[in-house]
């Protein structure tokens, strides 16, 4: 099967008609296939932001250590394969055609019973065979939207679960207040295992977590800011001390670092639960980890920059790195995908930029949102704006701003993607 083939079986995959309260139709479509997922162990990551920078700096540890490292990402940005890895080799067309025509028959069967697995447990139990056939030592596995109710959330030999920032998204699925995203979250939290969190959650969800943990009999280890120590921070790198110990991050942002004090924390738990972790295999784990469209820099001059920040906290996480080029010459490409929280996104950080350039994005199974609504916010908030339907013309538009010292482009992993792919091309 081609890419585009095999973008178009798993994501025409319908919701089912049944109720899954549960997840009770992932467990029988896994109970078909003899449960590859019970015979893998499991770092289990849920939050709202930083599952995949986090997910990532996790698996290139453990990789970096000897060990053969599973790793469950979404969505992509490069290609559909990004989403199932080992030791960050992407899965090929080949392999998920061959599991693609193994599940076709059973989920023909569920069909007729009107209890189908929809596209996303199908990528994940193709990532279950996958990771078991292929003899992974162990899985870095991230969860795709809440906890528990997500796909993922069938697993039953975690080691650890990481919960990273908890904040507003997936609202209409997730629940309106922050305490009922914070619940479905910590639906990943096992019985007598462990739990990591991001160090500065909400006390309200920080309260969650600590309730979940204690009616699940978890330790839980949250990352100390007292020991943390800020050397440097900026648009080209991160570079702190935790613990004394001295530590490089390319990943830019000082909420990566805070994910990186999440990633030393579960490393030293799993030194002390067995596993072969020496200090070098933590530090250049996090020091070698990228990730496609997080604060990802593409020239100097000006600075490029593609994120695919798309809720408040992501906005609110941007605000840190705009305030570098606060009173400079800066320029935003944005869009969005539809029912994401525009207004808020928009309103926090329009007033970093000259101008706002709203295009849509080109994702065929998200629809994105229309430029009209979003030119609407940005007067509501009295910002410069305008629009563009190609995003190429967007950018040349951009780059044709004298001066300019910074080009965002933001508001959508797939608007990213599509930026990525365009810059690639050309």
Same mark, same amino acid.
């Given at each position: 099967?081609?890419?585009?083939?095999?973008?178009?079986?798993?994501?025409?995959?319908?919701?089912?008609?049944?109720?899954?309260?549960?997840?009770?139709? #992932?467990?029988?479509?896994?109970?078909?296939?003899?449960?590859?997922?019970?015979?893998?162990?499991? $770092?289990?990551?849920?939050?709202?932001?930083?599952?995949?920078?986090?997910?990532? #700096? #996790?698996? @290139?540890?453990?990789?970096?250590?000897?060990?053969?490292?599973?790793?469950? *990402? &979404?969505?992509?940005?490069?290609?559909? =394969?990004?989403?199932?890895?080992?030791?960050?080799?992407?899965?090929?067309?080949?392999?998920?055609?061959?599991?693609?025509?193994?599940?076709?028959?059973?989920?023909?069967? #569920?069909?007729?019973?009107?209890?189908?697995?929809?596209?996303?447990? *199908? *990528?994940?139990?193709?990532?279950?065979?996958?990771?078991?056939? @292929?003899?992974?030592?162990?899985?870095?596995?991230?969860?795709? $939207?809440?906890?528990?109710?997500?796909?993922?959330?069938?697993? @039953?030999?975690?080691?650890?679960?990481?919960?990273?920032?908890?904040?507003?998204?997936?609202?209409? +699925? %997730?629940?309106?207040?922050?305490?009922?995203?914070?619940?479905?979250?910590?639906?990943?939290?096992?019985?007598?295992?462990?739990? /990591?969190?991001?160090?500065?959650?909400? +006390?309200?969800?920080?309260?969650? /977590?600590?309730?979940?943990?204690?009616?699940?009999? =978890?330790?839980?280890?949250?990352?100390?800011?007292?020991?943390?120590?800020?050397?440097?921070?900026?648009?080209?790198?991160?570079?702190?001390?935790?613990?004394?110990?001295?530590?490089?991050?390319?990943?830019?942002?000082?909420?990566? +670092?805070? =994910?990186? %004090?999440?990633?030393?924390?579960?490393?030293?738990?799993?030194?002390?639960?067995?596993?072969?972790?020496?200090?070098?295999?933590?530090?250049?784990?996090?020091?070698?980890?990228?990730?496609?469209?997080?604060?990802?820099?593409?020239?100097?001059?000006?600075?490029?920059?593609?994120?695919?920040?798309?809720?408040?906290?992501?906005?609110?996480?941007?605000?840190?790195?705009?305030?570098?080029?606060?009173?400079?010459?800066?320029?935003?490409?944005?869009?969005?995908?539809?029912?994401?929280?525009?207004?808020?996104?928009?309103?926090?950080?329009?007033?970093?930029?000259?101008?706002?350039?709203? $295009?849509?994005?080109?994702?065929?199974?998200?629809?994105?949102?229309?430029?009209? $609504?979003?030119?609407?916010?940005?007067?509501?908030?009295?910002?410069?704006?305008?629009?563009?339907?190609?995003?190429?013309?967007?950018?040349?538009?951009?780059? &044709?701003?004298?001066?300019?010292?910074?080009?965002?482009?933001?508001?959508?992993?797939?608007?990213?993607?599509?930026?990525?792919?365009?810059?690639?091309?050309?």
């Amino acid at each position: 099967m081609t890419s585009d083939e095999i973008l178009s079986y798993i994501y025409k995959k319908r919701n089912s008609s049944k109720n899954n309260e549960n997840n009770e139709r #992932m467990k029988e479509f896994l109970n078909k296939l003899s449960n590859p997922q019970d015979k893998l162990k499991f $770092v289990h990551i849920a939050g709202t932001n930083g599952k995949g920078s986090t997910t990532t #700096m #996790m698996a @290139n540890v453990l990789k970096n250590s000897g060990y053969k490292v599973g790793k469950f *990402i &979404s969505p992509y940005i490069i290609s559909f =394969n990004e989403r199932i890895q080992i030791n960050n080799e992407f899965i090929s067309n080949e392999d998920i055609t061959k599991y693609i025509e193994k599940l076709d028959p059973i989920i023909k069967e #569920m069909e007729l019973e009107e209890n189908a697995p929809i596209g996303f447990e *199908i *990528i994940t139990a193709i990532a279950f065979l996958y990771f078991y056939d @292929n003899a992974c030592d162990i899985v870095c596995l991230e969860v795709g $939207v809440g906890g528990r109710l997500d796909p993922t959330n069938v697993i @039953n030999t975690t080691i650890l679960s990481i919960i990273t920032l908890i904040d507003y998204d997936h609202t209409k +699925i %997730l629940g309106s207040s922050l305490e009922d995203i914070a619940k479905e979250k910590c639906g990943i939290i096992k019985e007598n295992k462990i739990t /990591i969190t991001y160090p500065k959650q909400d +006390i309200k969800v920080l309260n969650i /977590i600590r309730s979940f943990c204690k009616k699940n009999n =978890n330790k839980l280890y949250i990352p100390s800011i007292k020991l943390l120590d800020i050397i440097k921070c900026n648009h080209n790198i991160n570079y702190f001390s935790y613990k004394g110990t001295y530590y490089k991050l390319n990943l830019v942002g000082e909420y990566q +670092i805070y =994910n990186a %004090l999440m990633v030393i924390v579960a490393s030293n738990l799993l030194i002390s639960l067995g596993y072969k972790i020496s200090f070098s295999a933590i530090n250049t784990g996090i020091t070698d980890t990228t990730m496609p469209a997080r604060l990802e820099k593409f020239s100097d001059s000006p600075a490029l920059f593609v994120d695919g920040s798309h809720n408040v906290a992501g906005a609110f996480a941007l605000k840190d790195f705009l305030r570098e080029y606060k009173g400079k010459k800066n320029y935003a490409i944005l869009g969005f995908t539809k029912n994401k929280n525009y207004d808020e996104f928009i309103k926090e950080i329009g007033p970093y930029f000259d101008e706002l350039i709203f $295009v849509k994005h080109n994702n065929e199974y998200r629809k994105s949102e229309e430029v009209s $609504v979003l030119l609407e916010c940005a007067k509501k908030y009295d910002l410069p704006a305008c629009s563009f339907n190609d995003l190429n013309e967007a950018y040349e538009y951009v780059k &044709s701003k004298e001066n300019a010292d910074l080009i965002l482009v933001t508001g959508s992993l797939y608007l990213a993607s599509d930026f990525r792919d365009m810059l690639t091309s050309n």
